[in-house]
């Protein structure tokens, strides 16, 4: 029997398609996330005021992802359409995170094995508790898989440098402002050893907040980010990127 020309195995298409979706992803600037004491914290190396890494999915629930914005915020418009349509239709504690990471999960496998292209994305889900051991934080790869992850999670850009900096650091328990500081801190190391500080113009902040009533998702920018951080109003200059909007 005669091989068909330009014959392509499967083994060697999924390969390639892994491997462009995790370039892509690498190019993109990371986002740590950390439980503490109060709740779950978002951090994320974002210069743009307006285009979101991090945003809110439902009353409980945060979204944080890396690589290609148009690819990820269509999943999370998707996320929130179908947050709202099963509290309206049922009850808003039966929205949960777990729930939606499956979606994200069963959507972005089958664009894996089934679309021309994989999505250049990384996306957690993360659903407060009622305490620290009750947090869920749910991270989704490009081709579907989902990892359950406790006390942090880091995607994008050089991740295992990042995620070794916040290893090495990371108590359980710690406050926001110790939490915040060290997420920041891995986020201005790169794979050469170089560290870079950060401003509060060049991060996006959030957290899901314990103590508030019902809707627990909370932006920190401006005064506020500064005092937590211990920082003046110190701008730099940006440099080109070869992110689209992430």
Known sequence: MSMQFGYVSPEQIMKDRADYARKGIARSRSVVLAQYAGGILF?????????????????????AAVGKYNEFENLRQAGVRLADLRGYSFDRVDVSGRALANVYAQTLGTIFTQDPKAYEVELVVAELGTNEASDEIYRITYDGSVWAESG???????????????????????????????????????????????????????????????????????????ALLGQGNRDVTETPSDESGD
Do not use: W
């Not at 743009?48 to 999915?57: F, G, N």
């Not at 794979?191 to 060049?202: F, N, P, V, Y």
């Open 43 to 63: 951090v994320a190396e974002n210069p743009s005021p307006s285009l979101h890494k991090i945003s809110e999915i439902y009353d409980r629930i945060a979204f």
């Open 152 to 226: 942090f999670a880091v995607m994008g850009g050089p991740s295992d440098v990042v995620a070794t900096a916040v290893r090495e650091s990371y108590q359980p328990g710690g406050t926001l402002e110790d939490s915040l500081r060290l997420a920041v801190d891995a986020l201005g190391r790169d794979e050469s050893g170089e560290t870079r500080h950060l401003t509060t113009s060049q991060l996006e902040v959030a957290v899901l907040e314990r103590s508030r009533p019902r809707r627990t998702f909370r932006r920190i920018r401006g005064a506020a980010l500064e």
